[in-house]
């Protein structure tokens, strides 16, 4: 018997929780929903960072993307410039 009949997604719908080894399509805040042991709670994620599996609950943590973030290192205007020249006060 060829093929499966499962429905798979190749397209990410952002209301989809991530799942532990899932790589993270945005950076941002996530917010991390643990299941019975633990209260909701942020974490930072860089792009293309796999969500781990959680020391207490293992595979059944979820982690949905709360606000995205860039690095400050990645917004144009604090982003470090070759062209930057130190003015000295003497
Ligand atoms: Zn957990």
Redesign the pocket.
Known sequence: MKGSNLPLTDTAASDAPYLPGEAAHEPGIYLVM??R??LYHYVTVTAGEKFPA?A??GDR?RFRLFQRSDTIQQDPDFAPRRKLKLVKTK
């Open positions: 643990h299941y042991h633990r959680c207490g609950c943590v």
